[in-house]
């Protein structure tokens, strides 16, 4: 079993900046990807941004240039650096990570969520 640990949600005004981190531990053979969604209140869950294991990472268009994520493989752990922070991007954010077992196989899993509000 593997379990995914969020932390650095909040709130932060707008223009403001947050680091989320994500750690993941467990029975992990290797990771084959970990990134960030979000879900506002009435909306679909998006993808915010993913690191695949050799083929780089990718944004949201509604992020890029604002948002870094980034990863430490010695600790499986993944960022989310988040900077001039938009009202619009208040969210439960979570982290997803796609990993690969003892067994072999490749499962999903995700955080519980944190909360990120942009408010004045």
């Known amino acids: 079993q593997v379990q995914l640990v969020e932390s650095g949600g909040g709130l932060v005004q707008p223009g403001g900046s947050l680091r989320l981190s994500c750690a993941a531990s467990?029975?992990?053979?290797?990771?084959?990807?970990m990134g960030w969604y979000r879900q506002a209140p009435g909306k679909q869950r998006e993808k915010v941004a993913n690191m695949h294991s050799g083929e780089g990472t990718n944004y949201a268009d509604s992020v890029k240039g604002r948002f870094t994520v980034s990863r430490d493989n010695a600790k499986n752990t993944v960022y989310l650096q988040m900077n001039s922070l938009k009202p619009e991007d208040t969210a439960v954010y979570y982290c997803n990570a796609r990993i690969v077992g003892y067994d072999l196989g490749l499962t999903d899993y995700w955080g519980q969520g944190t909360q990120v509000t942009v408010s004045s």
């Open positions: 467990g029975s992990i053979f290797s990771i084959n990807s």
